[in-house]
């Protein structure tokens, strides 16, 4: 098995690791990642990459100097699985009691693996997955506080994993989805600090479809219902063990793009061509040739074929069916035909610079995936589809995560415009931070790049090879 999918059970504190090269001396705060660690049961390991335990795993930086602590999420799921038990659903795998599976799948005892990404929400740091349950946490010591509830009744058994932070509304806007005899979506609005989500809007649906994010402009939620849909009563049939297994491909049906109006609830929905996709990269309205539309840059995948190829028995044959495409998508406010271009081949885990949020950018940073033989990390200007790639022998890199040099200008003042007047000007004066394995060595090492000219300014060497992760954000 590859490295990137072994268990790891070392848990370090406050580590102070072996840099080569030089670590910028403005970096002075932390990189916090999220991602599964621990794929064994008493029966043997779990069917799916995305159901190993949450682990957390923190990268101070200070004078140049970078310390290094990893943490198991003490959760309900972290209890039963060091037992060698899987008590609830997980995305690709389930209990064997029938009971316990159709109550883990349809009613708020979900799992509380949060192994997806981390976000400050309700005051709190907290880690999130697909359900409901978010799992608030010390961001400098990564200990367990607890779950993060609300003091509202939004709906919902499963989520979009990741929320979308306005910063100039001081808000997140996320989603759920309600399955049932009456299905629905529901987005929402939670401000910053508040324990209470406002429903934006309710979107009825037959089978909901399979959403890990949302995109998010200024005035609308984006929600890009594509054709990998589960009908609620197939939760309930024979061989359905996990949430994944009610879930069906259907490219006849097309993906339905459900624009949701943030001031008033207003919902208009266009139509595209099938694909299949887990992470939007930004969203911005403009003015077309043909009226109003709104962008939408995804990673998309032909298929939902990619979920499959992540389930270990096919990890064990090569992941390289795990690779989409960065495409931009063209959708006309008032009607009218939804339209797409690619812009990189073989990428994945896409980000963007936090100031180019929900308005025109250039620059995206991501995964480059392939031959699997190696990953490594890229530049795209989405202008022009030109790309600057990093990559060494035999080295797999995870997320790629801009953080912007400390002396620039990020204050955009709400119209995304540094003092310069150049609103891209900050878009790659910084630096990119991705967790590295290299297979010779087996360890990681945590890689610095110079955004601008993707050349490795430092890397800081890990006591072990950490499993491949999801997501993680740069506090300050």
Known sequence: MHPWFRTLTEEVRDRRLDVEGTVPA?????????GPAHFETAAGRVNHWFDGLAMLRR??????????????????????RVNGDVATTEFGTGP?????????????????????????????????????RMVAFDPERLVTFGE?????????????????RDRERAEQVGLTLRFGRESSY???????????????ARIPVAEPAYVHSIGLTDRYAVVPAVPFTADPRRFLSPGVESFVDAFRWDGDRGTRFHLVDRADGSVETVTGPPFFFFHTVNAFERDGAAGREVVVDLVAFADASVVRALAFDRVEQGIRRATGELRRYRLPVGGGRVTSRPIADDVALPRTAPTVRRRPYRYAYAQRTGDGAATGLVKVDVTDG???????????????????????SDDDGGDGRDGAGDERATEDDGVVLSVVLN???????????????????????LPHALPLGFHGEYLR
């Open 439 to 461: 297979r010779d060595r087996e360890r990681s090492f945590l890689l610095v790049l110079d955004a601008r000219t993707f050349g490795a300014e430092a890397r800081a060497w």
């Open 96 to 132: 064997t009691s029938l009971l316990r599976r159709v109550g883990s799948l349809l009613m708020p005892t979900a799992t509380d693996n949060a192994n997806v990404t981390v976000a400050r929400v309700a005051g709190r740091h907290v880690a999130l997955t697909e359900t409901p």
């Open 59 to 80: 990268f101070g930086f200070a004078d140049g100097e970078v310390r290094y602590t990893n943490r198991f999420l003490r959760t309900a799921a972290y209890r039963s």
């Open 26 to 34: 403005w970096l002075d705060g932390a990189l916090v990642r999220n």
């Open 186 to 200: 529901h987005v929402y609005r939670l401000p910053d600090g508040a324990r209470s989500r406002t429903e934006i």
């Open 148 to 164: 993060r509830t609300f003091d509202d009744d939004l709906p919902g058994q499963w989520t979009a994993a990741h929320l979308e």
């Open 386 to 408: 030109s790309e600057t790639v990093w990559r060494e022998h035999d080295c797999f890199a995870g997320e790629p995560v801009f953080v912007p040099r400390a002396d620039a």
